[in-house]
């Protein structure tokens, strides 16, 4: 198995200006929520920014982290001394360990074998009840430099995740767009203008400002034709 971000030229992945998204990591994890019961693993988990988010849901008994990279694995620890974190990828852990739940934000991208991958997840989920969550990038008609730059291999739309999904074992249980600005904005700004870094000013404004009544009308009203993302829930059969 290759290792996630081997292709990334970046280091960092703009956790700075990231960090003041924080409503856009709650509504990520507030659509999750329904679905995240009793063990968690988090698969990607980072500097633990989403874990903290995932750790204040009422029905999580434990949380377990993996994160290749040694770097995030220290933010991780020193952010969450007392959650679990495996050091590797989800071919580390122990064959017999079983959860109810998987979360996976903006990673799967970078894992080249995407479906070997999904597979690995179906395998350690419980059957019948287990769910994987996922956020990742939409539409490669969008794919910018900064993706190359972050170690995307590609980006993704419903139908081509929808049969991945389905192909590893899983049975869709939601399947949608998510952050309908979020395209225009990256589509202006990284493909368009070809910017290679977030700034955090830009992204405080659209956090607070802009993002939250455009989630409230997605995902009260009507979710969108077209997205940054792509948002699912599956389920292990």
């Known amino acids: ?6 292709t990334a030229a970046t280091e960092d992945f703009e956790f700075a200006a990231l960090s003041e998204a ?10 999750f929520a329904p679905y ?4 968690v693993l988090e698969v990607g988990a980072g500097i633990g920014q989403t874990s903290e988010a995932i750790l204040s849901l009422p029905g999580i008994t434990e949380l377990v982290g993996v994160e290749p990279d040694e770097g995030f694995q220290q933010g991780f620890r020193n952010r969450l001394p007392q ?5 590797g990828t989800t071919a580390d852990l122990h064959p017999d360990e079983a959860y109810d739940g998987a979360v996976m934000v903006n990673v799967l991208e970078h894992i080249e074998d995407d479906l070997a991958e999904l ?21 490669q008609e969008i794919f910018s430099n900064l993706d190359a730059h972050f170690g ?21 249980k939601e399947l949608s767009y998510f952050n309908f600005i979020g395209y225009f904005a990256w589509l202006m700004r990284f493909r368009i203008m070809r910017k290679m870094s977030f700034e955090i000013e830009q992204v405080r404004l659209f956090d607070t400002k802009i993002f939250p009544p455009c989630h409230w009308l997605e ?17 292990a059969i």
Do not use: D, W
């Open 1 to 6: 198995m290759s290792q996630p971000n081997a």
């Open 22 to 31: 924080k409503n856009y990591r709650a509504a990520i994890v507030s659509e």
């Open 36 to 39: 995240l019961t009793g063990r």
């Open 83 to 87: 959650t679990r974190l495996v050091a």
């Open 119 to 139: 597979v690995r997840l179906h395998k350690i989920l419980s059957p019948g009840k287990g769910h994987l969550c996922l956020l990742i990038p939409a539409r």
């Open 152 to 172: 995307h291999f590609r980006r993704y739309n419903r139908s081509g995740l929808r049969e991945k999904l389905e192909s590893a074992g899983f049975q869709i």
């Open 219 to 235: 995902s009260r009203i009507c979710r969108p034709p077209i997205g940054q993302s792509v948002i699912a829930v599956a389920q």
